[in-house]
């Protein structure tokens, strides 16, 4: 007997009208054994993919003067190592980590020359942050998910450039202004200035 005809002898709850639904479709709302070990091994590879990512990137202490300099312009701030971890540190107590974490890998992603890491990298990055199934999905209007879904097909350098424009422009206008009231940012000021002082 073939895995799509049913058993004389199944009784089916009355009002199903798709006998042994999960069997036969790929929807991820069903709640079927297949799912369910589907489910276990993609949470299991993410996880691993994101132990991976280093908590901050290594920099040396920031100057009173950087420290001063990202409150004059955000470009300042993501262009400099110590300042991204300070902000990417605030972004987690807004829990809107995901979006440093995405322009990093999107930034990695554009040093890149190999091929095959390319089309890894870029299937990493749509799997962790793209994916509507990720918890780790970040915010982006249908146009740019259009445009992503399109170039998925022949992953390059530039597969996320619309995206991570995007997702940098929604951190310049909504997140950076609260971090400059933060207090991390304030605490970091302080820290620094107490710093130059005693030297």
Same mark, same amino acid.
């Given at each position: 007997m073939?895995?799509?005809e ?6 089916q709850?009355a009002?199903n009208h798709r006998p042994?639904?999960c069997?036969?479709c790929w929807?991820?709302?069903c709640s079927?054994?297949?799912n ?6 993609w ?7 994101l ?5 901050? +990137?290594?920099c /040396?202490?920031?100057t009173?003067? $950087? #420290?001063q300099g990202?409150?004059?312009s955000f470009d300042?701030?993501?262009k400099?190592?110590a ?5 990417r ?6 829990y809107s980590?995901e979006n440093?974490?995405?322009?990093l890998?999107c930034e990695?992603?554009k040093?890149?020359c ?6 890894e990298k870029?299937r990493?990055?749509y799997?962790d942050?793209i ?5 780790? +999905?970040?915010? /982006?209007?249908s146009?740019v998910? $259009? #445009?992503?879904?399109k170039?998925?097909?022949e992953?390059?350098?530039h597969?996320?450039?619309?995206a991570?424009l995007?997702?940098?422009?929604l ?5 950076y202004p609260?971090?400059l009231?933060?207090?991390i940012?304030?605490?970091?000021q302080q ?6 002082s005693?030297?």
């Amino acid at each position: 007997m073939s895995r799509h005809e049913t058993s004389p002898t199944t009784v089916q709850p009355a009002g199903n009208h798709r006998p042994n639904a999960c069997c036969f479709c790929w929807c991820c709302c069903c709640s079927c054994s297949w799912n369910e070990d589907r489910e276990r091994a993609w949470r299991a590879s993410r996880d691993t993919k994101l132990e991976t990512i280093p908590n901050c +990137e290594a920099c /040396l202490k920031p100057t009173p003067d $950087e #420290v001063q300099g990202w409150a004059q312009s955000f470009d300042k701030l993501m262009k400099n190592p110590a300042g991204r971890n300070v902000f990417r540190e605030f972004l987690r107590t807004e829990y809107s980590e995901e979006n440093m974490l995405f322009w990093l890998a999107c930034e990695e992603l554009k040093n890149e020359c190999n091929k095959h890491t390319i089309d890894e990298k870029a299937r990493m990055i749509y799997e962790d942050y793209i994916s509507i199934l990720s918890p780790k +999905e970040v915010s /982006l209007d249908s146009r740019v998910r $259009e #445009v992503i879904n399109k170039k998925m097909q022949e992953p390059s350098t530039h597969t996320f450039d619309d995206a991570q424009l995007q997702i940098y422009t929604l951190m310049h206008r909504d997140s950076y202004p609260r971090f400059l009231n933060s207090a991390i940012y304030k605490a970091l000021q302080q820290s620094v200035s107490r710093s130059s002082s005693e030297s």
